[in-house]
């Protein structure tokens, strides 16, 4: 018993190190010295607080876009519509980041808010579609995606500016920036939406595991016909998981909007970070505490990847390939398991 | 303009959007009915891309004009090599096929563009020589009314793609073959019991939409960009994925799809010419395929079942 | 001022110019690269190793990296740091804020902030001048514009380009029309096909990645009718090896010209101004015409004399500020009635 | 003597588990040798080792004679071995020809050569009385027809040594009367085969020699001319059972269900209750006898507001329930013992403890202001885990890891337990052994005992026979008879159930 506990938490760290060991054989064969190329990657995320700061900023909008595709994972549906849910929650915190003069205690969650629905809003499509319809979700939320892309678009040109590529910044009142945080990192990025990442894992394992809500919405992604039979709403629920999914996707664009960036501008195309949520979530087990780590992890990934051309001449492109390999040896965890049973039967 | 030199001009260029979507959603459509879902086509596309240009590049000289074949033969290799990582993981290694999916597109994406650097020092190819030509095919061109509509201004890979849609079929439908495969990926233990060797039909499922997979990237690299760059397959890989599951998992269908895909894109790029729907403004042309697909699902087309087994590791003697 | 510790480097005059790319990188054959290209000529001029303390960049590989990679340099005590392109502007302006005693330059964009130097292009007059040649070289009449997504930028240089047909050929229209990305060579191959078969014979993309397609476009119609008489008007960079067709053993070229957008010089004179200490901080340079920041491709094989000479006396008006080159869409309809009257 | 096939001191483990712990079963050519033991006693995994589904940690496999080394389901097909499944193994979505010719295709060309395979398949078929439609879609036909499929594809592949796997447990009598005269012709052509059930009478009736097995080991193997079902009772579960359940006579109450011209259609849009009318007493178990497809599921689908009514009425205890969502019709106390257990009575992938509340869990004590109270959850389990007997190593394991008569049980203490005011139980007891079924029979009459309506809809006639008050014959989507079960015969409720008049059958009530 106590050997599965281990394990489960065994697994995930040897695939994080089997896929640095593989990227460290891909760079031998190219010619760059690994040592220096993960010294640079583990220097450039976490080296000094300017780039934990970083680091931690790339990591907030991870977490919450990962727990909105483990929400749907784990309620049976598969959104790969994050991005695009993302997106206009992003434009949503931001409209009313600048429209509005309000109180911070007003403003700042009112943009949240308002992020968060228009995530739910875009995600409440598919939604309605797979429940009445039993529409894939998987098409409808991809389709998504693009139309978020050029609404969005069409919207910062006519409304939010005159005919410019981006909205102003948004007002102090609903900004994530704290000069607290810029202080004693040096002025990275960094802002207060760590906290709000933080309290959404809390939100979601909560939600999920242990309110009575959470159980209906479990046992509907498991068993619709079971759940039916046990008086649950199932088409509600089919809904309401993908109407949450998309909030948790909108407040990660609200990170952007009111954080990292203060305003929103036209998109050529999706920021990416909708789809690395699916890696996230998956590295993360789907479940809230995981995705905190494996959110980490690829927040250092990506940031660390930025010092790796300059100081030891790896490409960044690199990092891919090792989230890649990491991937590769989370999702083939069964070989994994095998090999540590063996070896533990081995040794006793 | 009639309307007649509008479908003059959307019909083609419809055709020719539509042809890397219907190579690949063929391999989604084998590898599926496998019962292995292949998130993972977006990849695939991107090694097929990547080796054909690079192969045109680095052979153009030798080859002449028989390199652009034998680039797309290349791709067709490669992209099947490639998913072979995808069947270990997801049929031998039981991987969450979601994740493997995953996986190799970050994986493609990655090892391309690394060794793009490292080939060239540069972050995208030059831009290859020679390429498909524009053809108006022999005969059927001259065919009134049609002849202009479907066969003058294409590309010959674009009637490979529709010919193979139909040999897909054929295949899948009418062959033993094709009837192993789809026992397989509804009920892979029935198939065990007949002594059908589930995990081989799965890896030559996994590799035919490796192969296909690369071939769709390899004629979008070889017609379309030209060169290779991190941009190169942005998203067409998921827009197969929807081809596929539009066309419910149905090699006739995933085509009908894709040229649908194609004929709404091209609508979208033509319109802005077409007199009518001039003064419409860009973003609703630009939203016109997507929100078409939408509709077009929510229609008439409706659910789609997909192969029972789907996405469920096969173990002997598990129940 | 220069803060300088390249440590091994006992002499006092080092001075060192980083510069932060777009996604792009310093291959995107447009303005990333040019402005790489300008770096390298003054690190070479000047003696400049590659690497910290000498001259370096740092690819971005999302909006979300500007900022950070625009810290590194700060943090690597660069002398002077450039962000390129007008998508950098607020990151510039953040961290330009944060660290007052540095000096920064912006491409594409103004930043007003004491310690940045904004770096802009006329690249309507340069436009112009592609315009004109577009214009007298049309035989349908019939000309196109593709641009990338639909932003004051491009609109630029749709402006521009559209005065200089007008200005030329009353009778000309021109087809314009956005592609909604820059990066979608598919989406940039089926415009100029449904362009090119509509009866237009001259399009000028203001694209990046998507005029590829432009380009592979009227090569295919080139390779099936090598009689036909289609072009291409390249963008920021002479995209002259771009339009390379080889039909029957005969080598064509579909480029008709090239509108370069000059980021190297403009870099590199930045550099050296603030070399020899005169940093153009809080100040706008506006490259044109008369700065040879804009301008006409140097390959102008497939150009008529007569068009040429044209060109040319267009390009003194303009330099003389005879006349005023409209830089978006309300300015080009006062151009086009002022044509009128 | 001789002997087609000789399975000596087979083992075969699981993890830590020995399933098959050194059996021995030797079948003689010709005869059909019965396989008998509770559920979870070993039986179908030592057939999957002999149809090469699995490998033997030990032991040794004859055929004819011959030792054999059956790595896969090629060699036992290719040695004559084939193998009806417990759990069908039938391509939904193929054809029956398709279904049978799967993996040995006739082709013509490179392509499938149907026409040839459905004119062998027709010409199996009619050889051995195995009645099918060449071309249906199996999820078109009747489970019988499918059991017959699966017959046919071991025939098409010319198997001589024939495993059926719980064959019966699915049928309808009618059905199981047909397969037992198949068996019999399938012997007299010199083939062999195993079977595999729980239902004792079936073994007295076709088989020449029974090996009964206990907890993975072999216990003995008899002449069934020589025993009789008792002693069999007793040496698979290892004490006496009672066949006949023990019980009062009904005192029935108040009406508690009425049903009132109910029409109800199915998914398809055909109409399979037709104006049915029934009512269901407190104190009363009302049996449903009746050949499957006669608009059984049907109506306690739309009983229990999983499909919705056409028309007509449900009252329970006088109030209307008629179509309300399934929420309240189980507020309003209507339990649920489904026919698919895994379909409809189970979150496989919950644990135990978590399907105990499947319907309650948003009920105090199981949740207050919609926090979940996992301590009082998992008591609860506890509780009923232990009252019901379930056999679990704990209530956190998932459902899916429990043998079927374990899930059973644990659907029918959750439903049992809701104390509902009529207990609908479809199939209750389908596919478990003599101890399980004895086990349910006495918790339903308990219910009844309690005041409670019960509603049992069952295939087998016995079951019928033994635990109704009043048995409702079914027919094309309406109740054409009721029967007192102790004035009646199965012969009787046969010709009752294949439509013939009432009133020729002699009917009260
Ligand atoms: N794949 C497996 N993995 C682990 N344990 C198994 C597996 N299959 C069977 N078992 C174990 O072996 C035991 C015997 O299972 P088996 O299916 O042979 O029983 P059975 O006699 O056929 O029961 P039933 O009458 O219910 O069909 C089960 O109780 C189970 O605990
Ligand atoms: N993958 C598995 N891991 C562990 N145990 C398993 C597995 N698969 C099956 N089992 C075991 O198989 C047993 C189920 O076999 P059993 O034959 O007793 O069920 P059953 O009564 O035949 O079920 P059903 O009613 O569905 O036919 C369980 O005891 C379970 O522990
Ligand atoms: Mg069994
Ligand atoms: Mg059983």
């Known amino acids: 018993m106590n050997l599965s506990r281990l394990n489960q938490f065994l697994v995930p760290v040897l695939a994080v190190l089997l896929g640095m060991i593989v990227g460290s054989i891909v760079m031998i064969v190219s010619g760059y010295n690994p040592i220096a190329g993960y010294s640079a990657l583990i220097y450039g995320a976490f080296g000094d607080p300017y780039y934990i700061g970083e680091t931690i900023r790339q990591t907030t909008p991870y977490i919450l876009s990962g727990l909105a595709v483990a929400f749907a994972f784990r309620t049976g549906l598969f959104n790969i519509g994050v991005e695009g849910q993302l997106i206009v929650g992003w434009l949503a915190a931001v409209w009313v980041g600048v429209s509005f003069d309000l109180p911070k205690v007003i403003h700042l969650p009112l943009a949240i808010l308002a992020a968060a629905l228009a995530g739910a809003l875009w995600a409440l499509i598919p939604g309605i579609l797979k429940a009445y319809l039993k529409v894939h979700e998987v098409i409808i939320t991809i389709m998504m995606n693009y139309i978020a892309l050029h609404v969005t678009n069409a919207i910062i040109r006519s409304v939010l500016s005159d005919q410019g590529f981006k909205s102003k910044p948004v007002r102090e009142s609903a900004s994530l920036h704290s000069d607290f945080l810029d202080a004693i990192t040096y002025h990275s990025t960094m802002h207060y939406g760590i906290i709000i990442a933080i309290i959404g894992a809390v939100i979601m394992w909560f939600l999920l595991e242990k309110t009575t809500k959470g159980f209906e919405l479990r046992a509907v992604g498991f068993n619709q016909h079971a759940s039916q039979y046990a008086g649950m709403n199932v088409r509600t629920n089919i809904i309401l998981a993908m109407v949450i999914s998309g909030a948790f996707a909108g407040v990660a664009g609200a990170m952007e909007g009111l954080g990292t960036f203060g305003y929103i501008s036209t998109k050529a195309g999706f920021t990416g970070i909708g789809f690395d949520g699916i890696a996230v979530a998956l590295i993360g087990g789907n479940n809230a505490f995981g995705i905190l780590l494996s959110a980490l992890l690829f927040g250092a990934l990506k940031v660390g990847a930025l010092e790796m051309p300059s100081s030891a001449g790896v490409p960044t492109e690199l990092v891919d390939i090792i989230i890649a390999l990491i991937i590769f040896f989370v999702a083939s965890s069964y070989i994994i398991r095998l090999l540590l049973s063996r070896l533990q039967k081995g040794a006793e | ?319 | 001022g220069c803060a300088g510790q390249g440590g091994n480097n006992a002499g006092k005059n080092t001075f060192s110019v980083g510069m932060v790319t777009d996604v792009g990188g310093i291959d995107d054959k447009s303005f990333n690269q040019s402005a790489w290209e300008g770096l390298q000529k003054f690190g070479k001029d000047n003696g400049l190793q590659k690497g910290r303390g000498g001259y370096d960049y740092l690819q971005s590989s999302s909006d979300e990296d500007y900022a950070t990679n625009l810290n590194k340099l700060v943090r690597s005590d660069f002398d002077l740091i450039y962000g390129i392109g007008f998508l950098m502007g607020d990151a510039v302006k953040e961290v330009a804020k944060q660290n007052p005693k540095k000096h920064f330059a912006i491409v594409d964009t103004v930043v007003n902030e004491p310690n940045v130097a904004s770096i802009t292009f006329k690249e309507n007059e340069g436009s112009f001048l592609v315009g004109v040649v577009a214009g007298l070289t049309t035989k349908t009449n019939k000309i196109g514009f593709i641009g990338g997504m639909e932003i004051p930028l491009i609109e630029k240089f749709e402006s521009g380009f559209r005065a200089g047909v007008k200005a030329v050929n009353p009778k000309a229209t021109v087809e314009v029309q956005y592609a909604g990305a820059f990066d979608q060579a598919d989406k940039g191959k089926a415009i100029a096909s449904s362009m090119y078969a509509s009866g237009i014979d001259v399009i000028y993309h203001a694209a990046g990645a998507t005029g590829t397609g432009v380009f592979s476009e009227a090569k295919d119609l080139k390779k099936k009718d090598p009689n036909r008489e289609i072009w291409v008007i390249g963008v920021d960079k002479d995209q002259a090896p771009e339009g390379v067709v080889k039909v029957n053993g005969k080598t064509y070229n579909v480029t008709l010209t090239s509108m370069v957008k000059r980021v190297d010089v403009a870099v590199y004179d930045v550099a050296k101004r603030t070399k020899n200490g005169d940093f153009p901080g809080g100040k706008t340079l506006e490259y044109g015409l008369p700065e040879n920041g804009v301008g006409i491709a140097p390959t102008q094989d497939n150009i008529k004399p007569e068009v040429l000479k044209a060109v040319d006396e267009w390009k003194q008006k303009i330099i003389k500020g005879e006349i005023k080159v409209p830089s978006n869409r309300k300015e080009y309809q006062q151009f086009e009635a002022s044509l009128k009257k | 003597m001789e002997y087609v096939i000789e399975m000596l001191n087979i083992r075969k483990v699981f993890g830590n588990f020995v399933a098959n712990d050194n059996i021995t079963l030797q079948v003689k050519k010709g005869e059909i040798h019965a396989l008998l033991g509770e559920n979870g006693a070993g039986k179908s995994t030592l057939m999957n080792v002999l149809f090469g589904l699995y490998q033997p940690d030990g032991g040794e496999i004859r055929v004819k004679g011959q030792k054999v080394n059956i790595t896969d389901p090629n060699v036992a097909n290719d040695l004559g071995i084939g193998m009806v499944h417990q759990h069908f193994m039938l391509v939904d979505t193929f054809t029956v020809t398709e279904n049978i010719i799967l993996g040995s295709e006739p082709t013509k060309g490179g392509m499938i050569d149907l026409k040839r395979a459905e004119k062998e398949v027709r010409e199996l078929s009619e050889r051995y009385g195995l009645a099918v439609d060449p071309t249906a879609k199996i999820a078109d036909i009747s489970v019988g027809m499918q059991q017959r499929v699966e017959i046919l594809k071991t025939l098409y592949r010319g198997a001589d040594i024939l495993i059926f796997d719980e064959p019966t447990a699915v049928l309808t009598p009618q059905e199981i009367h047909e397969l037992i005269q198949i068996m019999k012709k399938l012997v007299k052509e010199g083939k062999s085969i195993i079977l595999i059930t729980h239902k004792l009478k079936e073994i007295m009736e076709v088989c020449d020699r029974v090996t009964v097995i206990r907890r993975g080991k072999g216990i003995a193997t008899l002449n069934v001319s020589e025993t009789n079902p008792n002693e069999l009772a007793a040496l698979m579960v290892g004490r006496e059972v009672q066949f006949k359940t023990e019980k009062k006579p009904a005192q029935p109450g108040k009406p508690v269900l009425e049903i009132k011209d109910l029409v109800v259609k199915d998914a398809r849009g055909v109409t399979t209750v037709n104006h049915l009318d029934l009512t269901v007493h407190a104190g009363e178990i009302v049996g449903i006898a009746g050949v499957d497809g006669n608009g059984q599921t049907e109506l306690i689908e739309a009983l229990t507001g999983l499909i919705k009514a056409e028309s007509g009425t449900i009252l329970l205890n006088g109030r209307d329930i008629t179509n309300l969502p399934p929420r309240k019709i189980i507020e309003a106390g209507v339990g649920h013992i489904p026919q698919d257990r895994h379909k409809h009575g189970l979150v496989l992938d919950f644990p135990i403890g978590e399907n105990m509340v499947l319907q309650t869990y948003y009920q105090r004590p199981y949740s207050k202001r919609g926090i979940l109270n996992f301590k009082a959850i998992y008591e609860k389990a506890r509780q009923l885990i232990s009252e019901f007997d379930v056999r679990t190593p704990d209530e956190y394991t998932k459902a899916r890891a429990l043998s079927g008569g374990n899930q059973q049980k644990a659907i029918i203490g959750r439903e049992v337990d809701r104390n509902p005011d009529l207990l609908i139980a479809a199939q209750p007891t389908r596919g478990l052994d003599v101890g399980a079924i004895e086990f349910i029979h006495k918790r339903l009459i308990e219910q009844r005992d309690q005041g409670k309506a019960v509603l049992l809809v069952s295939f087998e006639l016995d079951e019928v026979m033994n635990v109704s008050d009043r048995i409702a014959v079914i027919y094309e989507g309406k109740i054409v008879a009721i029967v007192n079960p102790k004035e009646t015969t199965e012969q009787e409720l046969g010709l009752l159930m294949a439509g013939s008049k009432r009133k020729e059958a002699g009917v009260s009530s």
């Open chain 2, 1 to 319: 303009m009639s309307i007649y030199e509008i479908l003059q001009i959307i019909i083609p260029s419809a055709i020719f959007f539509a042809a890397p979507l219907i190579f690949t959603a063929l391999g989604g459509v084998f590898s599926e009915r496998s019962g292995v879902v292949n998130i993972g086509l977006e990849g695939l596309m991107t090694i097929g891309a990547f080796v054909s240009i690079v192969f045109n590049l680095t052979f153009a000289d030798r080859f002449g004009a028989f390199t652009p074949w034998l680039a797309l033969l290349a791709a067709v290799i490669a992209g099947a090599i490639f998913s072979l990582l995808h069947a270990v993981a997801s049929i031998t290694f039981r991987a969450d096929q979601v994740v493997s999916g995953v996986a190799i597109n970050f994986l493609a994406l990655g090892l391309t563009l690394f060794l793009v650097k490292q080939m060239y020092g540069k972050g995208q190819t030059d831009q290859i020589q020679v390429g498909f030509d524009k053809i108006d095919v022999p005969v059927l061109s001259h065919i009134p009314i049609i002849g202009p509509l479907f066969f003058s201004n294409a590309y010959i890979p674009s009637y490979l793609a529709i010919i193979l849609a139909f040999v897909a079929w054929y295949v899948i439908y009418k062959t033993p073959f094709g009837l192993r495969l789809r026992a397989v990926g509804e009920h892979p233990m029935a198939a065990d019991t007949m002594g059908i060797n589930v995990a081989k039909m799965r890896y030559i499922a996994v590799m035919i939409s490796g192969a296909l997979g690369g071939l769709g990237g390899g004629v979008y690299a070889t017609i379309i960009s030209r060169d290779f760059s991190h941009a190169t397959i942005s998203g067409h890989g998921f827009m197969a994925l929807a081809a596929m599951i539009f066309g419910k998992w149905h090699p006739i269908g995933a085509m009908g799809a894709a040229l649908f895909f194609g004929f709404a894109q091209s609508l979208s790029i033509v319109g802005q010419t077409i007199p009518f729907l001039k003064n419409v403004p860009t973003v609703y042309l630009l939203i016109a395929p997507y929100v078409l697909t939408i509709l077009a699902l929510a229609g008439f087309i409706g659910r789609a079942e997909a192969p029972k087994a789907i996405g469920t590791p096969y173990i002997k003697g598990k129940r």
